[in-house]
C-alpha cells in the first residue's frame, strides 16, 4: 500500500537548539496534515497544508509541503521543553484514507 | 461537552479472551477509524468506517473485528486469533471531507497476560 515515511525516528536536542522532521511520500499526496503526540497522551491536530509549496508558521513552528507534494517538513527553532513529543505527519492520497508516517520522537535535553 | 471517548483507558485480559473496546464520538462525524500503536511505533490503521453499518479493513485488521451499528459508536473487539494483542489503541473520527483533521479519543492500553 502507499506509505508515508518520516525522518528522523529519534531526534534528541538541547533545548534551545532547532529541530527538523521530514515526512517523503513515493506518490503524490492530496494534502498533509501534521499532529503532536505528548508522552501518554493522543495525537493533537496542528496544521494542514494543501497547495503545492505552501509554508505556514505557527510561532516558533514552521511547516512546508515541497512543490511536488510528496514531501513535507516541520521546523521548530529555539527547542523548548514544552516541544517534548512525538510529530506525526498525515496525508491522503486522492480520495483514500488518511495515512500517517511513522512519526519522530523528540526529547530535549534541559 | 463534545469529543470522542475511549473507554477503559486501561484494560487487562488473559490470553485467548476476546476484548471489545469502547470510542463513543458526539461530534455528529461520519467517519471513524481504529489505530493500533506500538511503543516507538507509528499509527497503523486496523479499521475505518466512512457510513453506518459499513467499514473497511486497513492495514492490519487481521484478529481484529468491528460494528457500526450507530453513527456516534465503533467499538472494536480483539480477537483471540490476535497474535500480540498487548498495545495502545487510539479511535478518531472526522468528517468524510479528506480536507479535515481527526479527533482522536485518549486511548486504550491493553495489556493481555
Known amino acids: 500500500g502507499q506509505q508515508v515515511m518520516q525522518i528522523p525516528q529519534y531526534q534528541h536536542v538541547q533545548e534551545g537548539e532547532d529541530f527538523t522532521t521530514y515526512c517523503n511520500s513515493s506518490t503524490t499526496l492530496s494534502n498533509i496534515q501534521w499532529y503532536k503526540q505528548r508522552p501518554g497522551g493522543h495525537p493533537v491536530f496542528l496544521i494542514q497544508l494543501v497547495k503545492s509549496g505552501e509554508v505556514k508558521k505557527q510561532k516558533r513552528l514552521t511547516f512546508q509541503f515541497g512543490e511536488a507534494k510528496k514531501n513535507s517538513s516541520l521546523h521548530i527553532t529555539a527547542t523548548q521543553t514544552t516541544d517534548v513529543g512525538t510529530y506525526f505527519c498525515a496525508g491522503n492520497f486522492g480520495n483514500e484514507k488518511l495515512t500517517f508516517g511513522t512519526g519522530t520522537r523528540l526529547t530535549i535535553i534541559p | 461537552d463534545g469529543g470522542i471517548t475511549q473507554s477503559p483507558k486501561y484494560l487487562f485480559r488473559k490470553e485467548g479472551q476476546n476484548v471489545t473496546l469502547s470510542c463513543e464520538q458526539n461530534?455528529?462525524?461520519?467517519?471513524m477509524y481504529w489505530y493500533r500503536q506500538d511503543p516507538g511505533q507509528g499509527l497503523r490503521l486496523i479499521y475505518y468506517s466512512q457510513i453506518v453499518n459499513d467499514f473497511q479493513k486497513g492495514d492490519i485488521a487481521e484478529g481484529y473485528s468491528v460494528s457500526r451499528e450507530k453513527k456516534e459508536s465503533f467499538p472494536l473487539t480483539v480477537t483471540s486469533a490476535q497474535k500480540n494483542p498487548t498495545a495502545f489503541y487510539l479511535c478518531?473520527?472526522?468528517?468524510?471531507?479528506?480536507?479535515?483533521?481527526?479527533?482522536f479519543g485518549q486511548g486504550t492500553r491493553l495489556t493481555v497476560v
Open positions: 478518531a473520527s472526522s468528517i468524510l471531507d479528506k480536507n479535515t483533521e481527526a479527533f
Open positions: 461530534l455528529n462525524h461520519d467517519a
